[in-house]
């Protein structure tokens, strides 16, 4: 049904209900002559006592309801039964308006019949019999009503106190009231109804497809079509008022409040009508004597509504998790919705917010709070904004840059549901990310454009998207024919004349043009052109899907290298000699000096005669210069098996304790010679090392025989010794006249000696010896004047040091 047509259906059912209302009266004259006859029964039994009163209220042509002393009571729906004295006519009159099922007694029947009917007193103020009985109670108030009833029959009602009693004078005057209703628009109304045809709208009223019904002033049902007796399930309408089956017990509710105040209501509500739960509009309006109902399904309806507002909550839900902030204006330039992010971007309180504010008044309040873009003109500006609800075309965005430094996106476009969709981004970390950006490829351009390797990069289609100076130069290119993304093969064809092998070209457009893996691989290669000159280039897969090719110019660099590499061989051809000659002179040497050492011993043995005493001397000069000539030349040996990478040590478990004072035994004699005195300090148990025990004693000895050469008479030399976890230290001070810095930098290079009495390669061979056991020696000034040199040396000498002992190209050169 069109909610348009309610309205008109409402006034029809209206008038159908009261036509209803005096058939249904008629229906029930019956039984109120009988009622009647009961009354007049009892007034019969009363007939001695009251003779002469009855001949006298006999003649009124109405009916008088008295309450003797306090015996009216008007407590809220309620009047006590007054005693009623008339005519047997009048009271069957009187009855007819009322409705038998109120109460078997006719008396409450009477009174509580037409208590509630409308009424109107000589004022013309409406009001009720009732609320009249109570001021007539409490404060003695008379009164005069003219009541309407049921299918427009009047009644006439004076109310007075008579000494202790309330009296009230009830008169049935329909004829009366049809004829000065003219000057009561209202029963004028209902009379105008009633002379129309009411068979035909009650008839219309019975066929209608929604439940139409009428209850009393009590609230009971009086009538009903069939649309609702097939709501509740009832065969017949005498059943249906034998029973009282109303909807539901909140449409009861809804006629006795429409009863009570005499307004008009609509509600809908869900009813269960024959097993299924439906939505209904129930519309009561106050009738004469009681309301009228009528009831409308409105399940489709409200099931649209409801599906609408799911679809609404969720869009409004979605809109909640965006992050840029939505706020929905209505075509009345209210605002009916913003999400999370549009408070939080403007920090505008809930309160605001919710009292829906106007699209200009959200703009005033955010200029007061210095939150819009500065403006030359405002009122210009907000005019303008507010003219998109009129003229706006698809949809309309602009920058705004806000005091507070930020910068918003601000996009409008029209609502499907009327009104304006405003939607603003934040776009400031966007505009800095794009500036530097733009920065950023401006300093790519730039450094790109100074490198000295040509670089140029080309898409998946095969054009080229970025170049470098140097790529022109390299191919002799024209800029002209490098604008516009030319195509990798125009570009090719330009380098041709310089570099024509095709393979290696198509392999490049391979790497460049083809995605799948294999192809999308690193690849570098050389290019001799025919100019003479040697080029290497490589191709690197990009991973926005791009090509990189670079090319470098290594002519020069090829022939640097190859004149570096003719020089390293001729260094080591010349080293390989050094050590060649260094072994043979050696060898060479070392036989005669055993001869001479042979001989010098023979003569020390005076076994062919006596020598003088400066012969002794003479002989003990030669054995002298022999052993320090034979320890030069084992020197030279063991540095050049060192230096050729051919020397092995001999590693075994070496107790340091035992080892230390070996090695302070071997200088003893020179230490006397020299009178400087030679001793020992170790901290702690040293316990024992893996290592080659006479090259420790070597490297001892070297150490304790600098010292000495640099050590006066009287001075010290101190040995020590401490272990710390799997490291071993040792370390030769003296307190001698020390190294200047410059030569102290020098002093671990072979044949290098820092007084120029020495050959230079005692401390060149503890430098090699230690490092072949994996460890380190350093030399430092002692305060006070004096050097002192410290060996760290591993309790296991690693594999990486071992195996440098046995592979020439692991020597420390």
């Known amino acids: 049904m069109n ?31 009988g009622a009647a006859k009961r009354y007049r029964d009892l007034a019969g039994d009363r007939e001695t006592e009251n003779a002469a009163l009855k001949s006298v209220l006999g003649a009124h042509p109405g009916v008088i309801l008295v309450w003797q002393g306090d015996a009216l009571e008007v407590e809220g729906d309620e009047i006590t039964p007054p005693d009623v004295f008339g005519s047997s006519v009048a009271l069957a009159g009187l009855l007819s308006f009322t409705d038998a099922a109120i109460s078997e007694n006719p008396t409450i029947r009477i009174v509580e019949g037409i208590a509630d009917l409308e009424a109107r007193d000589s004022a013309g103020q409406d009001t009720t019999l009732r609320i009249r009985l109570r001021e007539l109670r409490e404060q003695g108030h008379p009164f005069s009503l003219t009541i309407i009833g049921p299918s427009g029959r009047f009644l006439e009602a004076d109310g007075r106190t008579a000494g202790a009693r309330a009296v009230v004078w009830v008169t049935d005057s329909t004829i009366k009231g049809l004829e000065e209703s003219s000057a009561r628009g209202k029963f004028e109304e209902a009379r105008q109804v009633i002379a129309r045809d009411p068979t035909a ?186 003219s998109y609800y009129l003229d706006l075309d698809g949809m309309k965005e602009d920058k705004w840059p806000l005091p507070d430094g930020r910068t918003l996106s601000v996009t409008r476009q029209r609502h499907p549901m009327g009104g304006l969709l405003l939607l603003f981004k934040d776009i400031t ?30 898409g998946s289609d095969g ?57 999308r691989q690193a690849t570098t290669g050389e290019m001799r052109r025919s100019d003479g000159s040697l080029l290497t280039y490589i191709t690197n897969p990009l991973p926005d899907g791009n090509t990189l090719i670079a090319f470098a110019d290594v002519t020069a660099t090829r022939r640097v290298e190859s004149a570096l590499r003719d020089r390293a061989e001729a260094f080591e051809a010349a080293d390989r000699l050094k050590t060649e000659f260094v072994r043979n002179v050696s060898y060479q040497l070392r036989s005669p000096l055993t001869t001479i050492f042979g001989y010098a011993e023979l003569l020390e043995t ?40 051919r020397m092995d040590l001999d590693l075994d478990t070496v107790n340091l304790d035992d080892l230390i004072t070996e090695g302070i035994e071997m200088v003893v004699s020179k230490a006397e010679d020299t009178e400087v005195s030679v001793r020992s300090e170790i901290h702690g148990k040293l316990g024992t090392i893996r290592a080659d025990a006479r090259r420790i004693k070597q490297v001892l000895f070297n150490l304790v025989s600098n010292s000495l050469r640099f050590t006066e008479a009287g001075g010290e030399v101190v040995v020590s010794a401490q272990r710390a976890g799997d490291m071993v230290t040792l370390s030769v001070r003296d307190n001698g006249i020390g190294l200047e810095a410059d030569k102290r930098a020098t002093s671990f290079d072979s044949f290098v000696s820092g007084d120029q009495r020495g050959a230079g390669l005692g401390l060149a061979l503890v430098k090699h010896f230690i490092h072949l056991h994996g460890g380190t020696v350093g030399m430092k000034p002692v305060d006070g004047g004096g050097l002192e040199v410290t060996c760290w040396l591993p309790a296991q000498v690693p594999l990486s040091a071992s195996s440098a002992v046995h592979h020439p190209e692991g020597a420390s050169l």
């Open 606 to 645: 005076q076994r062919n005669g006596a020598l003088t005493e400066r012969q002794a001397d003479h002989v003990r000069a030669i054995l002298s210069a022999s052993d320090h000539l034979n320890k030069l030349i084992e020197n030279i040996l063991d540095l050049a098996l060192i230096e050729a990478g």
């Open 463 to 519: 054009r080229l998207r970025l170049h470098n100076r140097a790529f022109e130069r390299v191919w002799d290119l024209p800029a002209d024919l490098l604008k516009d993304t030319p195509d990798y093969d125009d570009v090719v064809k330009a380098c041709v004349p310089l570099f024509h092998d095709a393979e290696i070209w198509d392999a490049m457009k391979v790497h460049i043009t083809d995605p799948s893996a294999p192809s």
């Open 429 to 458: 970390v966007q505009l800095d990310l794009q500036t530097r950006f733009n920065a950023l490829i401006k300093t790519q351009r730039s450094t790109l454009d100074n490198l000295h390797e040509a670089v140029a990069v080309f």
């Open 201 to 386: 709208f009650l008839d219309m009223l019975r066929k209608a497809p929604f439940p139409a019904w009428r209850v009393s002033g009590m609230g009971r049902l009086q009538w009903a079509n069939p649309a609702y007796l097939a709501a509740v399930d009832v065969s017949s309408l005498d059943r249906l008022l034998e029973e009282q089956a109303m909807l539901d017990q909140a449409v009861a509710e809804q006629a006795r409040k429409t009863i009570s105040d005499g307004q008009e209501h609509d509600e809908t509500r869900h009813i269960v009508i024959k097993g299924d739960r439906r939505a209904m509009r129930v519309l009561t309006f106050p009738l004469s004597g009681g309301a009228g109902a009528m009831a409308f399904d409105v399940t489709a309806q409200e099931n649209a509504r409801e599906e609408l507002n799911r679809h609404v909550r969720a869009h409004d839900e979605t809109l909640n998790h965006v992050a840029d902030a939505v706020a929905i204006f209505s075509a009345e330039r209210k605002l009916t919705f913003y999400n999370k992010a549009f408070r939080d971007m403007w920090d505008l309180e809930e309160a605001f917010l919710m009292d829906r504010p106007t699209h200009g008044q959200l703009l005033d309040r955010l200029r007061e709070r210095r939150k819009l873009p500065g403006r030359p003109n405002y009122a210009e500006w907000r005019a303008e904004e507010i």
């Open 3 to 33: 909610p348009e047509q309610v309205p008109v259906i409402m006034a029809v059912g209206t008038a159908m209900l009261a036509l209803g209302a005096l058939l249904w009266a008629l229906r029930v004259s019956d039984g109120a002559r």
